[in-house]
């Protein structure tokens, strides 16, 4: 079974203490702010660092410090796409290709033909990487990376050099390809939407150690303290208090700035407890102001918006509850829901925080 | 025109550089990319040649040579004669003196060259050996003809150290500078003016080269 597996830990150049996974055919993105780390965990992988633990790809032992183990970049069969795609400048395409390849020169050159097509590069063998655009030098950085036919493939912010339009088609394509690969992918990415769009697995990285690993969902909607949350760019992150449970039905009663909520319970908050909880946009419902629904009993909070941000046809709504006027409130809507209900800024409103949407974060114990 | 003397300076420079480039290449990718303690020392000691008097460093290599010192006596053993004055010890002398003209070129060539591009080599399963070859040198290319045709050039028109160590005998040690030298003490301008602008030509076009290479990259 090709399954990576790595558990490290370094003081120097960047401390770092990170274990993770990855399974064949998974996208594993490693997501957290620059400096972090996310690239040292890519470099020590690749064996480019040299770390003190243990990384195993597929059975085989690439690094154990305990028995003495570390093999060189060489030995170990990885797929490196670097951030500026180092590609060999005094190299054409095809070389660049066939240099990462052991076979013999034909057979290197066919396979070589062969990845060109598959990244949409036929008929630029022979042109050198500067005069390529930033979309062609990452496909061609990619196609290098799988000449080797890598065990895993790291990719180091493959999409940071390129424009926007160029980043879609990118991770279009990145997408296509990973359905094909039956190897483990590491992606470092500081693009939360990117990683959304291709991970399968998310991991959180901040400081050098992995604060959270889980689906990308879940990293996004339940993060496990308020450090992940504000890494993950969750907007509605309150604190609040405990004060009553009902065990049975398995809820809480939750007091804040604004009032009182119901959300739902987790075995490890007592009554009494200060947590920090959070609630995405999509989990705050517009009271219409002409029809009241069905859903205006949940959890209201009455409020006076701040801010609309329009773009693509959809709305972002800012608001200031009324009772906690200093606190913002942050919801996605359509553009023509702010449009029929005649929202401006100014206007008082009322949304209703859906409980199930509410998600609680245990106090951190330190 | 002494076509001897010239050969005498062809010979030398042809075996400096041959002997040099391999050393200043292993010297310059040390000093490129490795940490280690001393490297300030070793780097100043390879650009010492820059500003030392040549008569200084001629004076420090002939007590080196001396039969009585040990390399000197190394070299009378193993071959039956003496460094000092003789056509292996100006080529020893030379390897020292031009160290810096081919280390420096080499070693800018060197640094020019982004860490991510010889790793990236490494993670396509190049090794250290393959990835000189393949990536790092011709990468350095302009460096290497820079040091080649300064080193050569600055070997051809040697003075000082090759007049304390080599002294002025005819076919072994007289350099075509010292026979431009031995023309002015004989008061044979025609002689010495002849040489002397054949060197300044060639001098000339090799630096011309080097600059036409760094231009080039």
Redesign the interface.
Known sequence: MKRLQVDIRQRRPIPLEVGLHCGRGELLALVGPSGSGKTSVLRCIAGLHHPTGRIVCGGEVWLDDALGIALPPQRRRVGFVFQDYALFPHLTVLQNLMLACRLPGERAREKARRWLQRVHLAGLEDRRPDTLSGGQRQRVALARAMMRDPDVILLDEPFSAVDQVTRRRLRLEMAELKRTLRIPMILVTHDLEEAEMLADRMALIHRGRILQQGSPAEVMLRPVDAEAARLVDVRNLFRGRVIAVDRERGRCRLRWEAGELEAPWRESIPVGATVDWCIPPAGLLLHSRRRPSRGVRENPVRGRIVEIVRFGGRAQLVLAPVAAPEKRLHLDLSQHVVERNRLAVGEPVGVSLLSRFIHLMPPRRR | MDWQAFGVSLRLAAWTVALLLPMALLLARLLAWRRFPGRLVLEAVIALPLVLPPSVLGFYLLVLFNPGAPLGRWFMETTGTTLVFSFPGLVLASLVYSLPFAVQPLLRAFQAI?P??R?????????PWRTFW??EL??ARGGLLSALVLSFAHTLGEFGVVLMVGGNIPGRTRTLAVAIYDRVQAFDEAAAGRMSLFLLGFSLMAVMAVFAVERRR
């Open positions: 982004p991510q591009l790793e990236a080599a490494w993670c396509s399963g190049l090794g393949k990536i011709p990468l």
